[in-house]
């Protein structure tokens, strides 16, 4: 599970980045226009912001259900967590979207909530009762 978790993180961050190693689109003058129009902002969120929730619920709801995240875990603010980090360095403090801020941000963040401890490498805790992956 925290492998999938982090490359969806580092495919996040490779797409919001917009500096010289990084040619990614320009995401800040985007946003800015959310606020003015409703229809733009829906849209945005439609076929931008909830694919990407979606694939993150899948791979924390999976982490649940194996047994590797704990069943209290808060899944709405585990999905948001990374993007928020995100989006605040890239539109309110201008910090770097880092190479290693998808990793940070998984240790702080996710971490905490494995269970027993255990690191979130080991794929399966248990097995699951259906096949998805």
């Not at 190693?21 to 800040?28: I, S, T």
């Amino acid at each position: 599970m925290r492998q999938r978790v982090l490359v969806l993180a580092e495919m996040a961050a490779r797409a919001l980045r917009c500096d010289e190693r990084h040619a990614g689109p320009d995401h800040p003058p985007l946003v800015g226009e959310l606020i003015h129009d409703p229809e733009l902002a829906a849209a945005f969120r439609d076929h931008f912001v909830m694919p990407r929730r979606a694939r993150v619920r899948e791979v924390v709801e999976r982490g649940i259900r194996v047994g590797q995240l704990s069943a209290d875990a808060d899944v709405a603010l585990l999905i948001d967590v990374g993007a928020a980090m995100f989006f605040h360095r890239l539109l309110v403090t201008g910090e770097a979207l880092t190479d290693d801020l998808p990793e940070r941000i998984i240790r702080q963040f996710v971490a905490p909530w494995s269970v027993s401890g255990e690191t979130l490498d080991a794929e399966q805790r248990r097995p699951e009762t259906d096949s998805q992956s």
